[in-house]
């Protein structure tokens, strides 16, 4: 569900009109609802009730300061993956205690400032990463009250079923220590005195479209805490993760009640905490790339429409053959979509290319996708652009990055301004 729908043939984000938008603040921009976040994080937090999970939302997926700030006053946690990341949540006041911090390359700098915020748990990736903050913990944490904690990121090894590039869960992966080197890993620092590793994480990956690998990853999980607990050691929390589906395509993926039907089941009674890391399934659709044709022209058989957002704006599709639903933002009534989907054919519609700007073979947005007639200053909207969307965007071609806006009802502002020639160069003067 998301609040970007047609009224009378024209688009609208919640209550506004896409081209109002389009007139005052250009093209392309990422256009949020604030609502939809709203509503995606609230029907986790309920899905999950019963186990009081710590939600913590990824920010690589969406990490613009006024979206986070809506997530952090609606008592969403994050998670990061880099001290950039760390700095733009304690920018908008993000309580530090639900901060936990994945990456495999965490560097000594990034690992004193979680340190000093007091975040809530690293999630360790190697034993020499937990040596490293160890190490690190022993000169920089602040007073005993400040143990730190850790949470092991294991590789459950199943099959997540994504494009190879966003599966993380995999023995072959760089992510994680394999299950059997766990209990060796809390033998060796479980009892630790300035680190306490007491929680295990996984994350398995993103893109994918069904609960079984998560079912699978707990079934797995689970005997090993019980392994650890019978070894004496503190399991007190387990983290799955993110890369729950996201509904790119209409009515596709599992909604985070089947999600939690699923999991909560396994879980209950067991004693953990769960702490969860939704990203995509939370932002993907609270955003649409809002974009102009610049130009159509024929090439050989194929059709093209030119827009003016490429792949240095939305990276998706040319990294990993990532589906976006992409429509004019206004037709007529007999265009009104009935569902976003890959196989939409509409009589009279024409099936085109959708590609931008940039001088490169793999700038396209969409292919042989069949749309409604477009001609040169139409504004179409890219759907389900509110993860990994602005976050990857570059500066590619001497690009400015788009604009980034927030509608609110039936109001709008900008919340990222759009980058011009000079900020562009300001780091080179
Ligand atoms: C990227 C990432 C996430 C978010 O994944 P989504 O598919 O966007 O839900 C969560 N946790 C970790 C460790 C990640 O790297």
């Known amino acids: 569900m998301d609040l970007f729908h047609y009224s009378g043939g024209v688009l609208l984000a919640e209550g506004v009109d896409v081209e109002r938008i389009a007139a005052q603040a250009g093209t392309p921009a990422y256009i949020y609802s604030k609502g939809t976040f709203e ?3 609230a029907k986790i937090q309920a899905a999950y009730r019963e186990l009081d999970p710590m939600i913590c939302f990824s920010v690589k997926a969406c990490g613009n300061l006024h979206v986070l700030k809506v997530m952090a006053e609606r008592g969403s946690g994050f998670d990061i993956v880099s001290g950039g990341e760390l700095y733009r949540v304690l920018q908008v006041g993000g ?14 700098d990034e690992i004193i400032e979680a340190i000093r915020a007091g975040i809530g748990y690293f999630n360790i990736e190697s034993e020499q990463e937990l040596e490293n903050l160890i190490r690190l913990a022993e000169r920089h944490a602040a007073g005993d009250e400040t143990m730190l904690k850790a949470a092991l990121r294991v590789n459950p090894d199943v099959d997540y079923r994504s494009h190879a590039y966003l599966e993380t ?3 072959e992966t760089k992510f994680g220590v394999d299950i059997e080197r766990a209990v060796s890993v809390f033998d060796k620092y479980g009892g630790g005195s300035t680190v306490r590793l ?16 998560f079912v699978d990853a707990v079934k797995k999980i689970l005997p090993l805490v019980d392994r650890l607990r019978e070894k004496g050691h503190t399991v007190e929390a387990l983290d799955l993760g993110g890369g729950y589906g996201a509904d790119y395509e ?21 004693g953990l905490r769960l702490i969860l890391e939704p990203g995509k399934s939370i932002c993907a659709n609270a955003a649409i790339l809002l974009t102009r044709v610049l130009y159509t022209k024929q090439g050989g058989s194929k059709k093209f429409v ?19 639903f992409i429509w004019p933002a206004r037709v007529d009534a007999r265009f009104v979509p009935t569902a976003r989907n890959k196989d939409l054919h509409m009589g009279g519609g024409e099936v085109v290319d959708i590609v931008g700007p940039i001088c490169e073979g793999a700038d ?43 509608v609110e009802g039936d ?5 990222r301004r759009r980058e011009t020639y000079e900020d562009m160069v300001a780091l080179e003067r």
């Open 364 to 406: 396209f947005l969409a292919k042989d996708r069949c749309i409604p007639p477009v001609q040169r200053g139409d504004l179409m909207a890219v759907f389900g652009a509110g993860a990994y969307g602005f976050t990857m965007s570059s500066n590619y071609n001497a690009r400015g990055r788009a604009t980034e806006i927030l």
């Open 250 to 270: 209409t009515e596709t993926v599992p909604s985070a009640e089947q999600y939690a039907a699923g999991l909560v089941p396994l879980l209950r009674g067991k």
């Open 39 to 41: 509503d995606h994080l």
């Open 169 to 171: 869960g995999k023995r």
């Open 306 to 324: 030119i827009v003016d957002a490429g792949m240095n704006d939305l990276i998706r599709p040319s990294l990993y053959g990532a589906f976006h």
């Open 95 to 108: 309580d530090p205690a639900k901060i936990v911090y994945a990456g495999v390359g965490k560097t000594d």
């Open 411 to 415: 109001s709008f502002r900008v919340i």
């Open 198 to 213: 007491c929680a295990i994480h996984v994350h398995l990956g993103t893109g994918g479209k069904t609960i079984d690998p």
